[in-house]
């Protein structure tokens, strides 16, 4: 185990982020610098972000930006269309649609007339309850599945594939269950560009030949929050775990994704009763 994280060490470390952020909103986001910049895993440094801070790294960037443009517009004389530009929008006219939207009025009239209607931030989840959670040490896990690249929501396909093949292969058998992996943070990826895998935990020596992919779980402490519920309820559940458990906890997260094991399936529960257990890698 290391050395113990407050929620003070989680807050300087993101502050750091937006002092960054701060530094260079005339530059493109550099993901993997901003997790040098948190000191903290790039597979999960954002999700912390968001959950405590109430908005993605995107919306942050977009926000001062924006923040910014209003001051340009009320302090200097470029034009709106320079302005846009270094706001990073394509056109005036689009710059002047999102400016409208936060702001309550179109740049021109800003910039004659001053005053605006503030942009509101969402808060950063606070104290939900959230039960069934400890830490675990977790076997070693041999996974046989079908990668899925696109929307996590349309990963259902990739498993119905998967069930089609484990069951011509005669591949079930005693204590197993459906895994889901998550490689990307889908706030801050294209959804086109998510990549995941629907799988089945399988013995070691399982035979797994194409389409099917091998991929091992590694063996050691995880955070293991079960979730009863509908999966699209799953959101809240990772928003306590990153924004409320893992910051209150002195734990930090792994360089490792996220994990789900259902432990029973939409074909033989209701939504309601739904189980999943998603773990969280520790360091």
């Not at 003070?8 to 530094?23: E, N, P, T």
């Amino acid at each position: 185990m290391t050395k113990g994280l407050t929620r003070g060490d989680y807050d300087a470390r993101l502050d750091r982020v937006r002092d960054h952020i701060y530094d260079h909103l005339d530059e493109d986001l550099d993901f993997a610098r901003l997790a040098e910049v948190a000191c903290l895993s790039p597979h999960h440094w954002h999700r912390i972000y968001h959950a405590l801070h109430g908005e993605t790294v995107f919306a942050t960037v977009r926000r001062l930006r924006l923040q910014r443009a209003a001051y340009e517009l009320k302090q200097t004389t470029f034009s709106v269309e320079r302005i846009a530009a270094r706001a990073k929008y394509d056109s005036a006219a689009a710059f002047s649609r999102v400016f409208k939207e936060k702001f309550g009025m179109p740049p021109a009239r800003y910039r004659r007339e001053g005053g605006y209607a503030k942009a509101t931030i969402a808060q950063p989840l606070k104290g939900h309850v959230m039960q069934e959670i400890g830490i675990r040490q977790a076997p070693a896990l041999t996974v046989a599945g079908i990668p899925h690249r696109g929307p996590y929501m349309e990963i259902g396909r990739a498993f119905d594939q998967l069930h089609n093949v484990i069951t011509t292969r005669g591949l079930y058998g005693p204590g197993q269950h459906n895994v889901a992996v998550y490689f990307d943070e889908a706030a801050i990826t294209p959804p086109e560009k998510c990549r995941s895998l629907a799988g089945r935990s399988v013995g070691p020596q399982a035979p797994i030949e194409p389409p099917l992919e091998r991929l091992e779980l590694a063996a050691g402490e995880h955070a293991v929050l079960r979730h009863r519920g509908p999966y699209a309820e799953l959101g809240a559940a990772y928003d306590w775990l990153f924004g409320v458990w893992l910051p209150g906890s002195g734990r930090e997260a792994a360089d490792r994704p996220c994990y789900e094991i259902y432990i029973n399936t939409p074909m033989d529960a209701a939504p309601k009763d739904l189980i999943t257990d998603i773990y969280l890698p520790l360091k």
